[in-house]
Each structure stands twice: as C-alpha cells, then as structure tokens.
C-alpha cells in the first residue's frame, strides 16, 4: 500500500468534511442509517441528490433483513485505513492485489499463487459456473442452497443435479457423493450454508472432501464461515495446500460488513488460479476495497465482537420461531435463520413488509411455506421479532 499521499495533501475544507460524515482522523463514527449519512452530507453543503435513486432498496423505510448483510457495519479500523487512502486512486491496483494475496496466504496457510481476488466472490461463483460449462458441465449440489454456482451453470447450460437435504436440513454428505459419478465436474457445498445455517460437521466435510475430488472438484463456499461457532475449526483451506482438488470461497461482504464495498477471494489449486484468475479480476479489484479489507483482517477484536453481536441477534430469532412453535432449521451459524412460516414465502414476505421488515423475497423449490430472515442490529432484529409475533402469533 502506498502511503505516500498523506492526510497534509488533503485540503482543509474536504478535511473538515470527511471530519463531519465522520471520517475525518479520531472522528470515524460510522453509521448504518442512510438517511443519518445524507444529513451530515447535507448539513456539510454537499450535494445529495443522486442518493436516492442510486440507493432506492436501501433508503424504502424498511429494515432490511433480506440479504445477509451484516448491519453492525465495517470495523472502524478498515474506515480509517481508507480514509487514509481516499486520495491513492490514481493507479491500478495489481500491487495491491498481490499484498492481500500475500496476507490471505499467510493466514490460511496456502500459497499466494493459489489466491484469486475478486469484487465480491459473485464474479467467483459465476465464472466457476462457466467453468463448469466448459469441463464436462455437470454439476451436483443439494436443495435449498445458494444459487450462485447452480443457477449461474443451469442458465449456461450446465447439468445440474440436485440432492435432498438430510432429515436434520443439513447438507447430505452421504447422498451427495452418491450421486457424483466419473463425470461429474463439481460439487458446490455451502458452509454454512444459505438458506438453511447449517453447518456440516467439519471432519466429515474434509474426508468427504478428499474422497470425493479424486472424481470431482469440490467447491466450497465459505461466504459466513467467519460467523460460525467452531470457526476457525470449521475451515478446509488446507484441502487446498494438501494438493486436494478442491476450491474455497471467501467474501468480505458478510462478517467484515463490506457488502457496499465489494470484495472476495478465492482459494484455487495454482494452474487454476493461473488460468481464472486474469478472467474472473476483469481488469482489477477496487483500491478502497483492498486496503479496507486488510484492515479489517487485522481487526480481530472486531471480528471476535461481531461473531458474538451476531450470535447474540441469531438467537434472538431462534427463540421467537421456538416460541411461536415454527419450525426452523436447527442450529443455524450464518447471520440469518430459515423458517416454516405456514404460508407461501410471498405472502410472508407481503405481511413482514406490512410490518416495515423486509424479509428475503424469494423461495426455493421445495420449500415454498420457509422463508429466509437475516439478523439487523439489536434495534432492528427486536423489530423482527415483535413483526414475527404480530405475523404469526
Ligand atoms: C453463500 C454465499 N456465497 C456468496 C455470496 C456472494 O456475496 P458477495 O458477492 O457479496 O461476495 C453470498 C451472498 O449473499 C452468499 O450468501
């Protein structure tokens, strides 16, 4: 990271405005209010008026318990390093890119050579998918997990089967390498997994893992596992530093709150990453995003709050779906619960936005009557579960 450009290049009016939106230096009160972030932009004489439109799903009313975002926002730390950055853009980010590598290696015990560093780990699930297409198109995963890699190879044409959860709604190990025959391509594992929470037991998971990718690669998309109870047991990075044949997905967007500012990664064997990772970069990865993420790896009292603010707010909705005796998947460890709400997902999702909560607004196959709720901050997810009683009750 270049440090050349200091805060004394930064004039004073555009310091006494980062000191107002709260990311002027010892000032970094961040907030997750979009209307709170407009009226210090506003009381600060900036313009606001392209705000609205370009954040019309955030700025609606509602809370926004929909798509796993993490609420409590960004370590602090993370705002501050990009701050310090704000006037670094001018150059491409190549150098940068290869010192999170560095980072990333270092803490997953992999080489650097075996990283890929993406926008979010969207662009990751999406050209895995078409790598899929292009080494023998087939595809087995299970039911009621997320769609990135599955939808994104069905809509390429890919083959995709689709295994039953096991009874207790985690991922079905067993059936799942039943089903991978010699001409499989992949097997995408979610863990946890979205919708459902679950968590596979992690030695299972790795002997599974290495048995199965002597025919198939396995993928495994690790988006919350930073979340998860047992982290960091729950990890298989080292399935790909044994030489296994297998892919791990990480992002930023979930318990390092930088959904907004987009940033994932990869764990690949090295001639893999070689070949995808100069298509799946797409010409770089944002400076801001980089340097944020870094510091937020570094943060560990951060993430070790926010697992626990996060399991603190899971429970909450675990105990309000106990309490209305509505089934759930058990022992969820991602930043959101699965529910049998007893009526059509939409109709669900109608009745919580009557309420001002916005739940997730879509289903999946066979599993129309649940619907996916994600955790706010203490404020936000008290609001849920006063919404869930008054819905279900
Ligand atoms: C399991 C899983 N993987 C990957 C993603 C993609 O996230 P992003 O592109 O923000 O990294 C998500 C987003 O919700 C997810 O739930």
Same mark, same amino acid.
């Given at each position: 990271?270049?440090?050349?450009?200091?805060?004394?290049?930064?004039?004073?009016?555009?310091?006494?405005?980062?000191?107002?939106?709260?990311?002027?230096?010892?000032?970094?009160?961040?907030?997750?209010?979009?209307?709170?972030?407009?009226?210090?932009?506003?009381?600060?004489?900036?313009?606001?008026?392209?705000?609205?439109?370009?954040?019309?799903?955030?700025?609606?009313?509602?809370?926004?318990?929909?798509?796993?975002?993490?609420?409590?926002?960004?370590?602090?730390?993370?705002?501050?390093?990009?701050?310090?950055?704000?006037?670094?853009?001018?150059?491409?980010?190549?150098?940068?890119?290869?010192?999170?590598?560095?980072?990333?290696?270092?803490?997953?015990?992999?080489?650097?050579?075996?990283?890929?560093?993406?926008?979010?780990?969207?662009?990751?699930?999406?050209?895995?998918?078409?790598?899929?297409?292009?080494?023998?198109?087939?595809?087995?995963?299970?039911?009621?997990?997320?769609?990135?890699?599955?939808?994104?190879?069905?809509?390429?044409?890919?083959?995709?089967?689709?295994?039953?959860?096991?009874?207790?709604?985690?991922?079905?190990?067993?059936?799942?390498?039943?089903?991978?025959?010699?001409?499989?391509?992949?097997?995408?594992?979610?863990?946890?997994?979205?919708?459902?929470?679950?968590?596979?037991?992690?030695?299972?998971?790795?002997?599974?893992?290495?048995?199965?990718?002597?025919?198939?690669?396995?993928?495994?998309?690790?988006?919350?596992?930073?979340?998860?109870?047992?982290?960091?047991?729950?990890?298989?990075?080292?399935?790909?530093?044994?030489?296994?044949?297998?892919?791990?997905?990480?992002?930023?967007?979930?318990?390092?709150?930088?959904?907004?500012?987009?940033?994932? *990664?990869?764990?690949?064997?090295?001639?893999?990453?070689?070949?995808?990772?100069?298509?799946?970069?797409?010409?770089?990865?944002?400076?801001?995003?980089?340097?944020?993420?870094?510091?937020?790896?570094?943060?560990?009292?951060?993430?070790?709050?926010?697992?626990?603010?996060?399991?603190?707010?899971?429970?909450?909705?675990?105990?309000?779906?106990?309490?209305?005796?509505q089934p759930?998947?058990?022992?969820?460890?991602?930043?959101?619960?699965?529910m049998d709400t007893?009526?059509?997902?939409?109709?669900?999702?109608?009745?919580?936005?009557?309420?001002?909560?916005?739940?997730?607004?879509?289903?999946?196959?066979? *599993?129309?009557s649940w619907?996916?709720?994600?955790?706010?901050?203490?404020?936000?997810?008290?609001?849920?579960?006063?919404?869930?009683?008054?819905?279900?009750?």
């Amino acid at each position: 990271m270049n440090k050349n450009v200091q805060q004394t290049s930064v004039n004073s009016s555009r310091r006494n405005w980062l000191k107002s939106v709260g990311l002027g230096a010892g000032a970094v009160a961040l907030t997750t209010s979009v209307d709170s972030i407009m009226g210090d932009l506003r009381a600060a004489g900036m313009p606001t008026e392209h705000f609205p439109s370009a954040t019309p799903n955030v700025n609606d009313g509602l809370v926004r318990l929909s798509s796993n975002e993490n609420a409590f926002g960004p370590s602090k730390k993370a705002a501050k390093a990009m701050q310090s950055e704000l006037l670094n853009l001018a150059r491409y980010t190549d150098a940068t890119v290869e010192v999170l590598a560095q980072k990333i290696a270092k803490q997953e015990g992999v080489s650097a050579d075996q990283i890929v560093i993406t926008n979010g780990s969207s662009p990751i699930l999406f050209g895995y998918a078409d790598w899929i297409t292009k080494n023998g198109n087939k595809l087995v995963t299970s039911m009621a997990t997320y769609e990135g890699v599955p939808r994104g190879a069905e809509f390429m044409g890919a083959d995709v089967t689709y295994v039953p959860l096991a009874a207790d709604m985690t991922f079905d190990l067993d059936a799942i390498e039943a089903a991978v025959t010699e001409d499989t391509t992949a097997v995408y594992v979610c863990n946890p997994n979205n919708p459902t929470g679950s968590v596979v037991d992690a030695a299972k998971l790795t002997a599974f893992a290495k048995r199965v990718s002597k025919k198939a690669q396995v993928f495994i998309d690790e988006a919350y596992i930073e979340m998860s109870d047992a982290y960091p047991a729950n990890v298989q990075s080292k399935l790909v530093a044994e030489g296994h044949n297998v892919v791990i997905c990480r992002t930023f967007s979930k318990i390092h709150a930088m959904a907004g500012q987009r940033l994932g *990664y990869a764990i690949m064997p090295s001639e893999q990453a070689k070949t995808m990772g100069g298509m799946l970069r797409m010409g770089g990865v944002n400076y801001l995003a980089l340097v944020a993420g870094m510091a937020s790896m570094d943060d560990h009292a951060n993430l070790n709050t926010m697992r626990s603010r996060i399991k603190t707010e899971r429970d909450k909705l675990v105990n309000v779906a106990k309490e209305l005796k509505q089934p759930y998947a058990p022992n969820p460890q991602g930043n959101f619960i699965y529910m049998d709400t007893g009526m059509p997902h939409d109709k669900f999702a109608e009745k919580m936005k009557a309420q001002g909560i916005k739940v997730v607004g879509r289903t999946w196959p066979g *599993y129309d009557s649940w619907s996916r709720i994600s955790v706010g901050t203490p404020a936000e997810t008290d609001a849920c579960v006063k919404a869930l009683k008054a819905v279900l009750a």
